[in-house]
């Protein structure tokens, strides 16, 4: 067996994320984060994992995004890891729920100065007339916080999706992959199933 048997699935997917760092996949924190809204249509796009522990995977966004509209609708989402050069893919699906202001605040100020001025800048997914608009906002808000701090937006925060189901995914020989899902059963433990490939 490649994919070792352990009840902690969390572990093991840091374990997973520190070797695709140290194989120098590139942007190995790119996740694929599917959301369905109420009409049950699904909408999928790539955001960057921010944080990862027992607690759930961490993403930040705009509060007024199609994905945030769809989490607000339906917190039940998805997410796809895809490390080609190990041949490895991780799925996760859950729950989010908001990360609380502090967190969020904490990490808004690790950013960047011009992501953090981007951030105010731009009404994410909103219809866009001209490009210049963008840049005139960009511009604006430099003027507003010049020689400070660029406060976090209140539209401007981030998810942590509760896993319920994790599965770690091997590229083996012969296309006999390996599949791992771990289902997090009642009582909080991690119940594991082998899968076909
Ligand atoms: C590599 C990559 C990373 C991205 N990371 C984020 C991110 O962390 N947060 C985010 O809001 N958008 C991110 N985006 C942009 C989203 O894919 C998407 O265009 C945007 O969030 C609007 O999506 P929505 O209209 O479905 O809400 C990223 C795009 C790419 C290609």
Request: aromatic share 10%; with cysteine; charged share 25%.
């Amino acid at each position: 067996m490649v994919i070792p048997v352990s009840g902690e699935p969390i572990a093991m997917f840091l374990a997973w994320m520190g070797e695709a760092r140290e194989t120098g996949v590139s942007l190995p924190e790119c996740v694929a984060l599917a959301t369905v809204n109420a009409e049950t249509q699904p909408s999928v796009r790539m955001v960057l994992l921010k944080d990862c522990d027992a607690n759930g995977f961490v993403f930040y966004t705009n509060l007024n995004s199609r994905k945030a509209a769809d989490l607000a609708e339906n917190p039940r989402a998805a997410l796809c890891f895809h490390w080609r050069e190990l041949g490895r893919q991780v799925r996760v699906e859950g729950r989010v729920e908001p990360v609380d202001d502090a967190e969020a605040d904490a990490y808004f100020a690790s950013r960047p100065r011009e992501s953090q001025l981007g951030a105010w800048a731009s009404d994410q997914s909103a219809e866009l007339t001209h490009r210049d608009e963008l840049l005139r906002r960009f511009q604006e808000t430099e003027q507003r916080y010049a020689n400070r701090d660029v406060p976090r937006p209140p539209f401007w925060s981030g998810y942590r999706l509760k896993p319920a189901r994790i599965e770690f995914w091997q590229e083996m020989p012969h296309r006999l992959h390996e599949r791992v899902l771990y289902i997090r059963a009642e009582n909080g433990n991690w119940v594991l199933r082998r899968l076909y490939p």
